[in-house]
């Protein structure tokens, strides 16, 4: 009767709460709320896929880290369907509430990544690397409010005229900020304390090369500061800049790119001892260490906070971050480049 009760209040927090933008796990009670797929015991939808051995994979709005993966053996129930003969393009269908409160079906093609950091489709029984935090590939429409976490745990918020547009990315769909408003935000989980040792890398589209700063993602130290626990960030024009800040100090690495980059591959590591900047694969700077303080402040992609005043909105399209909690070599960096 109460993981009924807690269902219910799920659900009603998924169709009636959708301008809170932070409990965007869809929970549903029957098929009918799953657009298609099955309601499991657990109150998570899944969706037909022959690549599972139960036949069925969660979908991307599932909740308790359950988002994408196989629904196991223990959690198989008899409803009578059978999984299609061949599930090769990786397409799940997703429910959402929409900023008016029904119910909206997303189809998007997701896919994960192999230990080394190369990218396989999202249906075949390859887990997800343990070291992968966050995943944001933009290849959902985030204009409801929700920019989904293909790892499942740590989905983004954006109030809908704030979100970013779809458009063309590198592989599938990207999020094109306006350099205004836009601006996403991901709250505070000590699982997204990466520690000493992190990866982030993003591929990045500038729209112009101004003399602006732009951010790309940053996260607080401090509510009345300007130093980001870890920030990536567009200077100038064409140098890119990584941060990395305590309570009273900050470590940077900076490096120059040639302008009309069409779409360029930033990434940034810290092993400890060195943090180093990747640019399209290549190491482009590098700098000492410093390990960074974790506020309980929220993330932020596409602009950044100062003293909590949304600031330095990015004007361009930014595809397939990521965040690690471990320093990928250069050989992995360089695959997550030249994957397709």
Not at 49 to 62: L, M, P
Not at 178 to 185: I, N, Q, S, Y
Not at 227 to 250: C, H, K
Request: overall charge negative.
């Amino acid at each position: 009767m109460l993981a009924n009760v807690h269902r219910w209040a799920q659900l009603l927090l998924a169709f009636g709460c959708a301008a809170c933008h932070r409990d965007v796990a869809f929970a549903c009670l029957q098929d009918e709320a799953c657009s298609g797929g099955h309601c499991e015991p657990d109150g998570w939808c899944s969706f037909e896929d022959s690549s599972c051995a139960t036949g069925r994979r969660y979908g991307r709005w599932a909740g308790d880290g359950q988002a994408q993966r196989c629904v196991e053996e223990g959690n198989a129930d008899t409803r009578g369907t059978s999984p299609p003969e061949t599930s090769l393009a990786g397409e799940v269908t997703t429910s959402a509430s929409t900023s008016d409160g029904s119910a909206a079906s997303i189809e998007t093609t997701a896919e994960t990544t192999t230990s080394t950091g190369a990218a396989a489709d999202s249906t075949g029984d390859e887990p997800l690397p343990p070291d992968l935090v966050a995943w944001y590939a933009f290849d959902a429409d985030s204009r409801q409010g929700v920019v989904l976490d293909t790892v499942g745990n740590h989905p983004g918020s954006c109030e809908p005229s704030q979100c970013p547009e779809p458009t063309d990315g590198v592989r599938g769909l990207a999020g094109s900020f306006d350099g205004v408003d836009d601006l996403v935000r991901v709250t505070h989980d000590a699982g997204l304390e990466l520690g000493a040792v992190w990866t982030v890398a993003v591929w990045m589209q500038p729209t112009v090369a101004d003399f602006e700063y732009h951010n790309l993602l940053g996260k607080p130290v401090g509510p009345d500061g300007f130093l980001d626990t870890i920030e990536l960030a567009l200077n100038q024009g064409t140098t890119v800049r990584v941060s990395v800040g305590s309570e009273f100090d900050s470590a940077t690495v900076t490096s120059r790119f040639g302008p009309g980059t069409e779409w360029i591959h930033v990434a940034a590591t810290s092993d400890g001892e060195t943090i180093r900047l990747y640019l399209d694969g290549e190491v482009s700077g590098e700098g000492v260490a410093l390990v960074p303080a974790y506020s309980e402040l929220d993330w932020t992609i596409g602009a950044g906070l100062d003293a909590l005043v949304p600031s330095n909105h990015f004007f361009g399209a930014l595809d397939e971050l990521r965040l690690y909690r471990i320093a990928l070599t250069p050989e992995a960096i360089a695959m997550l480049v030249a994957a397709p």
